[in-house]
């Protein structure tokens, strides 16, 4: 039996992560798996652990408020050490971009095991943006023996750095599987559930034709971005009075402070708390626009049907860039608040596009990962 590692720490990750666990442990005949999570993030990770009825075997915890690159890198590799030296995994897994990865990645390395790259290739070949995740995922590469490339277009990116190209995997994104499992499961909710998590928004969120829908969290956008970010959002929610915005704002004090400090008044701008997986779903499939800083809200928007504007100058999910489903807006106050207005000043029918869930994937890219770890010389 093989035995596989995986190991992932914020919200994101765990999202994408979940399904590889869940096809891992339904396989259980064939391998042995066990669970690591950082806890990079602390509240935001144990929504998806809930979510999707996770029990990690490892807990590192090192989540602290206000923590920075240093503190979340050595954390994590000092942290992984006694637990590769216990579990001896064939395989250690990670995904994307994240400190935790990286970190987890070198300490595999280190300790002589084999990495798997889960989300591997994808590039803006830009290490200030995103800051610090391009260097992250390029510094996984270097390290990582098997390269799970969700796209073609990020095949080409880890054959263009000299990746041989028998060690790169196409599967589709892993995100795509959590998507249509979590869209089945909100189908089978009770309307309580997303009016408890919803507070006074969630009568809003039924009645209203138009709701925009807003996320971010970026470190390159921290300061002047946010400030740009929310004072456009107040021009678009006090230039349209029919229309709600609903904005879970992350975790992080840099990003809360300007949130709360310019939004909390406006009274057609609800700000709530990180919503479960699963309610994050239903209110982006009942959005007409979503606006966000998110790499993952890239690629599942698309795969519902919706629009996105990204506030990035530059992306390294370019493929739904061509479809016109996704525009980059960057943190142009003028350029967010005109391109918003283009989509919810026209009529009702421009909030829903034509769905392309085959663009990032088709639900069995964890069911194509295993099997490469199944069949691979490990
Ligand atoms: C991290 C990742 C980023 C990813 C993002 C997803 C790095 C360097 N950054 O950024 O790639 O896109 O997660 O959201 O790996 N906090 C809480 N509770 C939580 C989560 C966060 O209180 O559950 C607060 C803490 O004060 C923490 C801070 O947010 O110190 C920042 O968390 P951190 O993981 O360092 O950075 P993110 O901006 O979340
Ligand atoms: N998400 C969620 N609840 C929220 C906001 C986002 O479950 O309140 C999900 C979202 O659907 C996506 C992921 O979290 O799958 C994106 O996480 P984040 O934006 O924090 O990180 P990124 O994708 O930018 O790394």
Redesign the pocket.
Known sequence: MKKVLTVFG???EA??MAPIIRELARRADEFSSFVCVTAQHRE?LD??LDFFQIMPDFDLNIMKKGQDLYDVTSGVLLGIRGVLKQVEPDIVLVH?D?STSFAAALAAFYAGIKVGHIEAGLRTRNLKAPFPEEANRQLTARLADFHFAPTATSKQNLIFEGIPESRIFVTGNT?ID??FWARNRVMMLPQSVFSSALGRSAEVVESSEKIVLV?G??RENFGAGFINICEALKEIAQSNPDVHIIY?V?MNENVRKPVYDLLKEVTNVHLVD????S???YL?AKSCLII??????QE?APSLGKRVLVMRDMTERPEALSTGLVKLVGTNRKKIVTEANKILNSDIGNCLVKEDAKLYGDGRAAFKIVNVINEAEL
């Open positions: 914020t919200r994101p999202i994408k935001m929504q998806v994307g994240t995100v959590a998507l996320t969290h970026r879970p992350h990180p919503l479960e997986y309610q994050f779903v982006m966000t800083d998110s790499g993952g809200i599942e």
